[in-house]
C-alpha cells in the first residue's frame, strides 16, 4: 500500500477550513450542507472516485471515514450545544472558518461574530447570505488574533456579554504569538463581558483516544490512519504545531500561565454537550457508545477575568513585559499600556504621544495590563491630560486596585480618574 497515494485521495482534512464543512456536512449538519453548495465545495470524497485507484484502497479509506470525521463534527456540534446552553451569550468564533455555526445561530436570534483570515471571510459572508438572505445578526470580520486593533474593530457599541470560541486555532502560535492572543481577548473581555471558551487543549490530550474508538481500537486501520496524519505533518513540515506552554504535556505549567495572563479557569465536561446522535457512526452504536465514553475524560476550557469587591479587574501580574499600543483616529487618541511604566519605559508613551501631531481631542488610556506605574509615568499622562482643551474628554480604563491606590496617594486621581 502506497501511503503517499492514500494522503494525495483523501486530502489534509484537519488543517484546513474546506475540509471542516466537507466533513460535517459528511456527517449529517443540514445547515453545513446547505452551506457546502453554496461555497462550490465538492463534499468529502468526490476527489476518490475520480481518480482510478484499486478497489481495495478505496475501501481501506472509506473504512477512515469515521476517524476522519468525528474530530471535527464532535468538536463543532459540542461546542453549538453549550453555546446553545447560555441564551444570553454574543458569539465571537475565532476563528470562523468555513463553519455553518452562523446560520445556525442566526436562525435562532443569537448574534454571531464570525472572525478569520479574509481569504475565508471574503467567502463565508457571500455565501451564507445565498442561504438565509441579508441577516444582520451574522457578521464577519477578517482579523488577524494576534493584532488588538483588528480584533476591536470587529465590534460595536452595542457588543455585550460574548462567548468567544476558539477550535484548533493556538496550535498554529510561537510563544510570543501565543502571550499577544491571551492578551487581546483578556481586554476585550474586560471591556464587553463574557468568557472565552477553548477544546483546543482537550483534543490535543485526547484526539487519539478518540479516533481510536471510532477505529473499534483496530492496530491495522489506527495504523493506517496514523501514518496518512504523519504525511500531513510531512507534508507541513515548515510549520510548527503546538509549539507553546498551552500544549505542555504538565496541566500545570499551562494552568499557571493562564493565572499569569489574568484568567480564572472553569472545565466542563465536553460529553455533557455531545449531540443525541453522531451521524458519522450513525450505523455503528458500538463504537459511538466507546467515543462518548471517552469524552468524558475531556473538557472544555472556559477562561473568565476575575472580579474583585469593586467591580474592577483583578491585580495585573508584575511580570509582563512592557508595551505601549496607540492609534490616532478622528481626533480620538487611543493608547494601551502593559507591565511597569516607570523612569525606563515611560518615554516610549509620551513619543507615541508626540508622534501623533495636532488634532488629539480626545484621549482614551487602557490601564488594565499596567501593573505598576511611578512618578516618570505620572508625568506623562498629567501632559496628555493637560494638552486637552475639553479636560473631560481624557478617560483612563481598567485601573486596577494597585494603580488606583498610586493615584489616590500621590493626588492624581483627582485629574486622570472620572467619578
Not at 457578521?139 to 468567544?164: G, I, P, W
Not at 492609534?327 to 502593559?338: L, P
Request: proline share 4%; with cysteine; net charge negative.
Amino acid at each position: 500500500m502506497n501511503n503517499q497515494e492514500l494522503w494525495e485521495i483523501v486530502n489534509p482534512v484537519f488543517n484546513t477550513a474546506k475540509s471542516c464543512v466537507q466533513l460535517d456536512a459528511a456527517a449529517g449538519d443540514e445547515d453545513s450542507k446547505q452551506l457546502l453548495e453554496a461555497l462550490g465545495f465538492e463534499p468529502f470524497g468526490s476527489q476518490i472516485s475520480k481518480k482510478p485507484v484499486p478497489p481495495e484502497i478505496h475501501e481501506q479509506v472509506m473504512r477512515l471515514f469515521p476517524a476522519y470525521t468525528i474530530i471535527l463534527e464532535t468538536r463543532f456540534q459540542a461546542m453549538n450545544r453549550l453555546i446553545e446552553s447560555r441564551k444570553d451569550r454574543q458569539i465571537a468564533d475565532l476563528p470562523c472558518g468555513y463553519t455553518a455555526r452562523g446560520i445556525r445561530m442566526s436562525r435562532q436570534g443569537r448574534v454571531y461574530y464570525g472572525l478569520d483570515l479574509p481569504a475565508v471571510i471574503d467567502t463565508i459572508g457571500p455565501a451564507s447570505a445565498k442561504i438565509i438572505g441579508e441577516n444582520s445578526n451574522i457578521r464577519y470580520f477578517a482579523v488577524d488574533a494576534t493584532n488588538y486593533d483588528s480584533l476591536k474593530k470587529a465590534f460595536s457599541d452595542e457588543t455585550r456579554n460574548l462567548m468567544f470560541t476558539t477550535e484548533g486555532l493556538l496550535m498554529y502560535f510561537s510563544q510570543s504569538e501565543l502571550e499577544e492572543v491571551f492578551s487581546n481577548i483578556h481586554r476585550l473581555l474586560q471591556q464587553y463581558g463574557g468568557s472565552w471558551v477553548l477544546t483546543d487543549r482537550a483534543y490535543f490530550l485526547h484526539d487519539k483516544d478518540v479516533v481510536a474508538a471510532s477505529l473499534h481500537h483496530d492496530p491495522r486501520l489506527i495504523g493506517l490512519y496514523s501514518a496518512i496524519t504523519n504525511q500531513a505533518a510531512a507534508s507541513a513540515a515548515d510549520v510548527k504545531f503546538n509549539d507553546n506552554v498551552f500544549f505542555d504535556p504538565d496541566d500545570e505549567k499551562v494552568k499557571a500561565f493562564i493565572r499569569k495572563t489574568g484568567f480564572d479557569l472553569t472545565e466542563i465536561c465536553m460529553a455533557d454537550y455531545l449531540p443525541d446522535q453522531l451521524g458519522s457512526l450513525s450505523d455503528d452504536p458500538e463504537a459511538e457508545d466507546a467515543v462518548r465514553n471517552e469524552f468524558k475524560n475531556m473538557m472544555f476550557w472556559e477562561l473568565t477575568v476575575p472580579k474583585v469587591a469593586n467591580g474592577e479587574s483583578a491585580p495585573v501580574s508584575p511580570n509582563l513585559p512592557f508595551a505601549v499600543k496607540s492609534e490616532m483616529e478622528n481626533g480620538v487618541f487611543s493608547v494601551s499600556i502593559q507591565g511597569r511604566m516607570d523612569t525606563i519605559t515611560a518615554p516610549e508613551l509620551l513619543k507615541q504621544f508626540q508622534d501623533a501631531g495636532e488634532g488629539i481631542r480626545s484621549i482614551h488610556v487602557d490601564v488594565s495590563r499596567m501593573a505598576y506605574v511611578s512618578s516618570a509615568g505620572l508625568r506623562v499622562l498629567l501632559i496628555m491630560y493637560k494638552s486637552l482643551a475639553d479636560k473631560d474628554k481624557f478617560e483612563m480604563t481598567g485601573v486596577s486596585e494597585d494603580v488606583r491606590e498610586i493615584l489616590e496617594t500621590t493626588g492624581f486621581d483627582q485629574f486622570l480618574l472620572k467619578e
